[in-house]
């Protein structure tokens, strides 16, 4: 009898001791990080993140200003934004 009571007690002391689930409500938090060196804004599309061509990237940060050297990179709206102003003064880009 004491048995049973017993582990029923330690069943019961193993859910508790889960842990609870994030639960912060925190709608700012993405899940992907914009590739811009020390950019710390989420790069994910429902938050106006776009995907740029790595090298299209590197003609305005440089190779050094990327945090990661796949082929496609993330970056955040800020920074495509101003992706996009540095390439205003490129025709090629405007076709
Ligand atoms: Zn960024």
């Known amino acids: 009898m004491g048995f049973k009571s017993r582990a029923k007690k330690l069943k019961h002391a193993a859910d508790a001791a889960r842990p609870a689930k994030e639960d912060s409500g925190d709608d700012n938090k993405g899940v992907t990080p914009c590739d811009v060196k020390g950019c710390?804004?989420?790069?994910d599309k429902?938050?106006?993140?776009?995907?740029?061509a790595f090298d299209r990237a590197a003609d305005v940060w440089g190779e050094d200003g990327?945090?990661?050297?796949?082929?496609?990179?993330s970056v955040c709206k800020p920074c495509y934004?101003?992706?996009?102003?540095?390439?205003?003064?490129d025709p090629d880009e405007w076709s």
């Not at 990327?66 to 990179?73: E, I, K, M, P, V």
């Open 81 to 89: 934004r101003e992706w996009k102003k540095a390439k205003k003064d």
């Open 66 to 73: 990327l945090a990661s050297d796949g082929r496609r990179l």
């Open 40 to 43: 710390k804004n989420w790069a």
């Open 46 to 52: 429902s938050m106006g993140g776009r995907r740029l």
